[in-house]
């Protein structure tokens, strides 16, 4: 038995340690560890409510938007506030469009390098003028000897892409992407003020009542955006998944838990009861019987995380989090939520799963598919485009409420409540979001999220039962110590945020569990 | 010479190129560097320096931020303008490889780039690579040229983490406490603003020296004006004409002030040089700045959407800013425009018209 430590787990957001552990070259054992932690949450404590759209929208400053979203969700509730059509578009479009950033990104940037080897450039023969000026650069770093940041790397596996043709594509599209990315971020910005950390969403709706030119000048970068999801960011991810990754694909590698959590996001009514991203819970794969999302079964255990063992209880209102960084056992700064007991993973692949969309399903089941790392990418990729199309019709819906009686602020509900409490649950990138928000004396008296990463990084729980990430390593194939490949492509997949998933615990003060279930 | 392959790649020449520096360098107002002797020696010594680039107690916006530009594009920055050694979102190395990649740029004349906070009170709030992430950056800070601190949280004051009770700091507090002196710049912001450090970047690869910075080790070229000085909307507040309704499209362009801006108290050129390409910026997009740029962000500046505590209004002196968003309020109550109140309030009409105590 051999032990792996890879730390730091590079290419995502935050600081992680991975340990596992390597019986006749498979994964039998892994603890994932998350090691920062920053104290967001009880610094809002006493605070004017209002001020938490503008911080916890800095809790993570990739999936940007996503935090200030969600908290203007919790507040919009909190205050009584009636988000009027115009904000609750110009919101969709915001987070959007950071979207169709953050997506692709996640492909290009920070995952590609896993799957290809990207010194088969130099052996580029083609006569494509654009992939020459990309084989030529590349062959100028090495007779340079300076390829950073390509590397140093682990060695490329019998997995790794090599066919110096489509190499040099995937690296003439990685730096296509890091030029579409910024676009995105541009896109949003119009709205939003400037991406990352926007500053247009707020209590009641957004600050930035633009005019006509500017929601055509976003409708044109928007289709930009959408030719390249579905010429380029799709096609490539279809190509490298249905062909030199199809084994990695059909053996599932990387599968886990097959429990799956949506919480749904992005409203198409001022209700919110017409979701665009479906709501669902999926237990042991089971597609055919999608139940629906029961707050009350959320439950967050902290065993083995560095606080000490809750006396109130284990909801994520009542569970008290007492920091203990000298606890025997405990390995990380992630909690362990659970949904009726069991570990979910959350992201694109469970929202796709709930949703089922054909084209996505079609392709898994001709290729046969199994859920792991490379499905990850594919249902990313997938709604990506899913979501780039229907920003068209928000684009639409907000020309046409661009008449007279424009509106996009409740104005009546800007002050705060001198008591009130709110709920904001959606979807960020990478996965369900959640903000609970109380308030007494108009100011915050607990504010506590529950994010992604918390769910698919979690530790083991008083059960031992392991996380889904520690789970989908566990059988991962390790025939290389030295080069654990399998092992990052495998953590990487879920796309993992930690900042957002370790600010959670308050380190001086156990007040956050003072919510009430049901609300 | 040769470094900026990929410009060609997109159509554009080195002609261009040498434009765009010496176009931004203008715009920046750098001292003693003008276009086109401000390429040729920008390019002369851009030979890829080696950067460090470590991040802390973060949330990578800064990174989003940085690779948000597009002029010059990321894959420019990243792969042409600097050799870029150590950063953990963007290599291609993790644990040991990504230390052996810091071990071996530790040992060139590399620049420090640093991004969020340091925990002052307890080590274990942030460890890397199984060390605590204050020695790393004490182990690079002695060795490195110059240090860069990028965004508010790395920056002094530390940003929102400075008001979190994990003890963060910023980078010039651990320098100051461990006693090292090597040169450092301050560009804060939440997040750092790209044309910012890139900028800051062209100018110390071509001078070699920090640029002119003010009491709080930021460049003065960028961080010298006051916003409120600056700001689109500054005509509208010397006519006393403030935003209350984000909805009214006769408001739209009106002061931010009862919404809260920090305006008054900020350093930065937000207001001349815009976000995302010149996309917009915050007080454009109708939101009251916060003063990310100032050590006091955020503790100092909290809470953000409430009018300031006291403010200067043009004609009046010193005021009270809640006195005028009672008078505001209660003129609103009774039907008054809040044009003519707030004119009364800017003290346009006659002092004994207003019944307030200035």
């Known amino acids: 038995m051999a032990k792996i430590v890879v730390d730091p787990l590079t290419r995502i957001e935050g600081h992680l340690r991975i340990e596992v552990e390597v019986e006749n ?7 994932v560890i998350g090691t920062m932690y920053r104290g967001i949450e009880p610094m809002l404590r006493g605070r004017d409510p209002r001020d938490a759209t503008y911080v916890t929208e800095r809790v993570c400053g990739v999936c940007a938007g996503s935090h200030g979203w969600a908290s203007s969700l919790a507040l919009d509730q909190a205050f009584g506030a009636k988000v009027p059509s115009g904000g609750r578009l110009i919101r969709n479009l915001i987070i959007g469009a950071m979207w169709l950033h953050d997506h692709p990104l996640h492909f ?3 995952s590609a390098l896993d799957y290809i080897d990207i010194m088969a450039v130099a ?20 007779t340079a000897g300076d390829t950073a940041p390509l590397t140093p790397r682990y060695k490329p596996d019998e ?23 910024a676009k995105a971020k541009k896109m949003s910005a119009l709205f939003a003020g400037k991406q990352p950390h926007q500053s247009s969403i707020v209590v009641g709706g957004v600050t930035m009542l633009p005019t006509l030119e500017t929601v055509e000048r976003f409708r044109s970068m928007l289709l930009e955006q959408l030719e390249f999801v579905e010429k380029t960011y799709l096609p490539d991810v279809i190509t490298f998944g249905t062909g030199p990754l199809l084994p990695l694909a059909q053996a599932g590698v990387g599968g886990g838990s097959l429990n799956y959590l949506s919480f749904g996001g992005f409203a198409r009514d001022d209700e919110g009861k017409d979701l665009f991203l479906k709501a669902g819970i999926i237990m042991n794969g089971d597609l055919n019987n999608i139940l629906p999302v029961d707050e009350a079964k959320i439950m967050e255990d902290v065993q083995y995380s560095w606080y000490k063992a809750s006396a109130n209880g284990k909801t994520p209102y009542l569970s008290e989090t007492i920091p203990d960084l ?3 056992d405990a390995y990380t700064f992630v909690k362990a939520p659970r949904y009726d007991g069991q570990p979910m993973e959350v992201g694109p692949l469970a929202r796709m799963l709930v949703m089922k969309p054909k084209g996505l399903m079609d392709l898994i089941t001709q290729y046969n598919i199994k859920p792991g790392a490379v499905a990850r990418h594919a249902a990313r990729a997938y709604e990506t485009l899913l979501l780039a199309e229907e920003m068209l019709n928000w684009v639409d819906a907000l020309e046409k409420e661009m008449g007279s009686n424009f509106r996009i602020h409740d104005t009546d509900h800007w002050e705060a409540p001198a008591t009130g409490q709110g709920a904001g649950m959606t979807e960020a990138p990478r996965g369900s979001l959640g903000h609970f928000v109380k308030i007494g004396d108009h100011k915050i008296e607990n504010y506590q999220m529950i994010v992604p990463t918390t769910w698919n990084f979690s530790p083991r729980d008083d059960k031992s039962v392991l996380g889904p990430l520690e789970q989908a390593l566990i059988g991962v194939p390790v025939p290389d110590l030295d080069n654990p490949l399998n092992i990052v492509r495998v953590v990487r997949s879920y796309d993992p945020c930690l900042a957002c998933a370790i600010h959670l615990i308050n380190p001086v003060t156990n007040d956050i569990q003072k919510f009430q279930i049901g609300w | 010479m040769g470094n900026f392959d990929l410009l060609n790649a997109k159509g554009v020449s080195r002609r261009d190129f040498m434009k765009l520096v010496g176009a931004t360098i203008a715009a920046f107002g750098l001292p003693g560097l003008f276009a086109p002797q401000a390429a040729n020696a920008v390019e002369q010594a851009l030979n890829k320096p080696p950067v460090i680039w470590l991040e802390g107690m973060d949330c990578t916006g800064c990174t989003e931020s940085t690779i948000a530009s597009l002029n010059p594009s990321a894959a420019e920055l990243i792969l042409d303008m600097i050799s870029l050694r150590y950063h953990e979102t963007i290599m291609a190395g993790s644990g040991n490889k990504s230390e052996e990649a810091y071990q071996d740029a530790l040992k060139d004349k590399f620049i420090l780039v640093v991004e969020g906070s340091i925990p002052s009170k307890e080590d274990r709030y942030c460890m890397v690579g199984g060390k605590p992430f204050r020695l790393t950056l004490i182990e690079a800070a002695q060795k490195a040229q110059a240090i860069i601190a990028v965004g508010s949280c790395a920056s002094e004051g530390a940003g929102i983490p400075g008001a979190c009770d994990t003890g963060a700091v910023g980078v010039s507090e651990i320098l100051k406490a461990e006693g090292i002196s090597t040169p450092l710049i301050n560009l804060p912001c939440c997040p750092v603003k790209p044309t910012t450090l890139i900028g800051t970047l062209i100018y110390y690869l071509t001078y070699q020296k920090v640029p002119p910075l003010d009491t709080q080790n930021r460049p003065l070229a960028y961080y010298g004006t006051l916003l409120h000085d600056n700001c689109p909307r500054r005509g509208h507040f010397e006519n006393g004409e403030y935003l209350t309704d984000w909805n009214d499209p006769l408001q739209k362009e009106y002061c931010l002030i009862l919404k809260g801006c920090k305006g008054p108290k900020t350093y930065t050129d937000c207001a001349q040089v815009w976000w995302n390409d010149n996309a917009n910026f915050c007080i454009n997009a109708g939101s009251p700045c916060s003063g990310c740029s100032e ?3 955020y503790q100092g500046f909290s809470p953000l959407y409430s009018k300031q505590e006291s403010f200067k209004l ?11 968003g009672k008078t505001i309020g209660g003129a609103a109550a009774v039907g008054v425009g809040v044009h003519l109140v707030a004119t009364a309030a800017s003290g346009r009409l006659k002092k004994e018209d207003h019944k307030e105590d200035m």
């Open chain 1, 25 to 31: 070259g498979k994964v039998s054992d892994a603890h």
């Open chain 1, 108 to 110: 290009y940037h920070l």
């Open chain 1, 123 to 142: 052996q580029y023969q083609g006569k494509d003028p654009g992939l020459l000026v990309v084989k030529d650069k590349i062959v100028k770093l090495v």
């Open chain 1, 159 to 181: 997995f790794s892409v090599n066919d110096p043709e489509l190499v040099t594509m995937a690296v003439a599209h990685y730096i296509k992407a890091l030029e579409m990315q």
């Open chain 1, 326 to 328: 000298d606890k025997k």
């Open chain 2, 295 to 297: 050590k006091d962000f």
């Open chain 2, 314 to 324: 043009p004609g009046i002196g010193h005021v009270n800013a809640d006195t005028v």
